[in-house]
């Protein structure tokens, strides 16, 4: 099987923090860039800002180590699938969520599900790192597993943003110190309109990052809610 920019760099990086650092519960939560119970609190907050309910069906595709997938663990119960390319990170979402949540390493660029079987499709910090086609078949394969009314939900950065310029600022250093920096990608507001349209996606909201705030918390990522029609 083909190995993807995005499998190498983040199994370096996990191994990396797990060697540098103190504690298993540190790198788990530096893998996935820190504040691992607020920032699950959050992405459980947009999903249900975007329609979660009892008794739905959730893929969470770039689980990490489970910060989402720990958050709605407490919540109400829901049939939920985490998709992940690093074993590390699965196996400690496993021990961080209730028992009957799925785990699944994958490393293609598709979802590894039936279609027409699940109500929401979340990709929190995920579509930052990839390449824009790959996120629009990531994007098309999401669609099929969607049933009708489903919806996907994605964080994005944006240069129109002045507080995720810093992102690119800091990717622009670590290229100069002639270091090799994992990939940041930004995607426009246009740009998502564009692709749900080829992709027959009903555009739902596209919010601002710091819009969107629960209990005075926000993500810092932009969101994206699409709906399969």
């Known amino acids: 099987m083909a190995k993807f920019h995005f499998v190498e760099d983040y199994q370096k990086l996990v191994k990396s ?26 992405e459980r907050d947009i999903l249900l800002y975007a329609g979660l309910k009892e008794g739905m069906s959730v893929v969470d595709y770039g689980c990490g180590s489970g910060r989402l997938a720990h958050a709605l663990s407490s919540l109400f119960s829901i049939d939920y699938v985490g998709i992940d390319v690093v074993d590390e990170l699965l196996s400690y979402a496993a021990t ?10 994958h ?6 599900l039936e279609s027409d079987s699940v109500n929401l499709v979340c990709a929190f910090s995920l579509f930052t790192h990839l390449l824009h086609h790959e996120t629009f078949m990531y994007l098309e394969d999401m ?10 939900v994605f964080s994005f950065l944006e240069f129109a943003l002045p507080g995720h310029w810093s992102v690119f600022t800091s990717t622009i250093e670590t290229q100069k110190q ?15 309109e564009v692709w ?16 969107m705030k629960f209990n005075g918390n926000a993500l ?5 809610i699409l709906r399969k029609s």
């Open 196 to 211: 749900a349209r080829h992709l027959g996606l009903t555009v739902v909201e596209l919010i601002d990052g710091n819009d």
């Open 17 to 42: 923090l797990i060697r540098n650092s103190a504690t298993m519960d540190e790198a788990m939560s530096k893998a996935v860039g820190g504040d691992y119970d607020k920032v699950g609190q959050i």
């Open 220 to 224: 810092g990522q932009s969101i994206a």
């Open 178 to 192: 002639s270091a090799l920096p994992h990939l940041n990608m930004f995607i426009e507001k246009s740009v998502i």
């Open 96 to 105: 961080k969520s209730a028992s009957h949540y799925k785990f699944i390493k």
């Open 143 to 152: 669609k099929r597993v969607l049933k009708k009314d489903g919806i996907i």
């Open 107 to 112: 490393h293609a660029l598709n979802v590894p």
